[in-house]
């Protein structure tokens, strides 16, 4: 059975900073791209930040780029998305997700496991 659990979510103040995990398990994490995604009350889910297998490639949504870094560690079966300089913006429900192709996708409908989301709340 295949699980992605975040944590590391929280309350924060603008220009502050949080860093979130996803641990997974129940499958070949070095083999699985991996995404993370955020989705705000009233809004569609959206894509922020995605790394490949190896972790050679990353992608983000350009309204986090410079502030936010994804990263893993194949041997803990981890992926992390690193936060600073947070705006209001930033908040909504964060989820992670895993992809079992070799290169990653912006797409939600292209990952194949989810995990069930932390929340960030930004404060201004």
């Known amino acids: 059975q295949v699980q992605l659990v975040e944590s590391g979510g929280g309350l924060v103040q603008a220009g502050g900073s949080l860093r979130l995990s996803c641990v997974a398990s129940?499958?070949?994490?070095?083999?699985?791209?991996m995404g993370w995604f955020r989705q705000a009350p009233g809004k569609e889910r959206e894509f922020v930040a995605a790394i490949t297998w190896s972790g050679s490639t990353t992608d983000y949504l350009d309204s986090v780029k410079g502030r936010f870094t994804i990263s893993r560690d194949n041997a803990e079966n981890t992926v992390y998305l690193q936060m600073n300089s947070l705006k209001p913006e930033d908040t909504a429900l964060y989820y992670c997700a895993a992809d079992k192709r070799s290169d990653y996708t912006t797409l939600s409908s292209g990952y194949d496991y989810w995990g069930q989301g932390t929340q960030v709340t930004v404060s201004s």
């Open positions: 129940g499958l070949t994490f070095s083999s699985y791209s």
